[in-house]
C-alpha cells in the first residue's frame, strides 16, 4: 500500500511504504532530498511524543564561529539545553537572535561569553551576527531526546523504533515558513522524502530577514 502526503502550501511531499499496520520495533532508514534529488545535509528528524533527557544530564553545546560563519551550521540541543558561543575567529562578534522561542543579544566579544545561554523553549532559532550581515546559523531545540540530523548524503537511521510511528522533519532552506515541520507517519519502510527546498537568499541585513519571526 502506498500513501502519497503533502505539507501546507504543496511545499514538502513525502512517500511512505508499508506491508503491516501491526505496531512492532524495526530499523527505518531513509534519505531526504530536495526536489530536484538532491540529498540535503541538515535536515532534522524528530521523533513526535518521545521525552527530553532531564536537563542535569545535558551537556552545555557548542555553537562556534569559525571564518566569519557559525559552525556548525545547524545544532541541534534538547529543550533545557545550554549553548556556549565561543569566538575562533581573530576578529570580534557580536551573536543574536530575533526568535520567538529565544531572542537574546551577546554584545560584542572576542574569545567567548561570561556564560552559556539557556534554550528553555522548543523550536527554530535563527542566529545573526550584528557585525557581519553574511552570518546566519540555526539552533533546533528539540522536545524530544530521539532527534536527529542528516549528514551530506541526507541519510537517517532510526534504530528500534516502535512503528508505526510519526516524526517531523526540518530543513534551514525548506520553501515554507522556517518554523514550519513536516509531518510524517513511518512504517515499516520509508520512500526517499522530499523537501521543495529555496536557494538562501543573500542576507543583507539580517534584521529585515527574520523581522517576520520577531513579531510572531
Avoid at 135 to 141: A, E, Q
Avoid at 176 to 199: C, G, M, R, W
Wanted: aromatic share 8%; net charge negative; glycine share 4%.
Amino acid at each position: 500500500m502506498t500513501f502519497f502526503a503533502h505539507c501546507a502550501r504543496t511545499v514538502c511531499s513525502f512517500v511512505v511504504l508499508c506491508s503491516a499496520a501491526t505496531a512492532f520495533a524495526a530499523d527505518i532508514s531513509f534519505t531526504v532530498r530536495d526536489q530536484f534529488g538532491k540529498p540535503l545535509a541538515d535536515a532534522v528528524i524528530e521523533l513526535e511524543n518521545n521525552a527530553n533527557l532531564p536537563s542535569t544530564q545535558l551537556p552545555v553545546a557548542v555553537m562556534d564561529q569559525v571564518n566569519k560563519q557559525f559552525s556548525p551550521n545547524v545544532l541541534v540541543i534538547q529543550q533545557g539545553q545550554s549553548v556556549d558561543f565561543p569566538n575562533s575567529d581573530n576578529i570580534r562578534h557580536h551573536v543574536y537572535s530575533f526568535s520567538s522561542a529565544k531572542p537574546f543579544n551577546i554584545k560584542l566579544y572576542a574569545d567567548r561569553p561570561e556564560k552559556p545561554e539557556l534554550f528553555d523553549n522548543s523550536g527554530v532559532v535563527v542566529l545573526g551576527c550584528n557585525i557581519h550581515d553574511s552570518m546566519v546559523g540555526y539552533i533546533y531545540v528539540a522536545n524530544s531526546a530521539n532527534t536527529l540530523k542528516t549528514a551530506e548524503d541526507g541519510k537517517v537511521q532510526l534504530k528500534g523504533i516502535t512503528v508505526p510511528t510519526s516524526i517531523t522533519i526540518w530543513h534551514p532552506n525548506q520553501a515554507s515558513e522556517i518554523n514550519k515541520k513536516l509531518s510524517v507517519t513511518v512504517t515499516e519502510q520509508v520512500a526517499d522524502i522530499t523537501i521543495n527546498t529555496n536557494e538562501p537568499a543573500p542576507r543583507n541585513t539580517f534584521g529585515e530577514m527574520f523581522k517576520a519571526d520577531n513579531d510572531s
